[in-house]
């Protein structure tokens, strides 16, 4: 339990330093993140893998980079059924979570998280 609380701290702060960083991301706060995340949790283990099988072809056919779109496409998601979290477009929800990914990469590497 202590790992996934962790986690999603974790990904609640880095939600909230890509709407620093990310023009056109805007969180309330750190409620709307940690609600934010538990959302953004949920819309990747239930929507993503439906997204990625039926977009199969055209991420073959982009050599994977399509997955870049599946993953704003989630976050653009979760910002429409979490109150407190807006994204103007989707060039801030493609920005935002490839900025996420990244970050999110980075701390389990250096923290050696799963």
Known sequence: MI????HML???ALLLLVAHLVRGVHIAGWGAAFI???ALGLVNALVRPLMVLLTFPLTLLT???FLLVVNALMLWLTSAIVPGIRIDS???AFWGSLLL???NTLISLVFGLT
């Open 36 to 38: 934010g995340a538990l």
């Open 101 to 103: 990914s990244i970050l």
């Open 3 to 6: 790992p996934f609380l962790v």
């Open 10 to 12: 974790t990904t609640a």
């Open 90 to 92: 989707f060039a801030p």
């Open 63 to 65: 050599l994977g980079l």
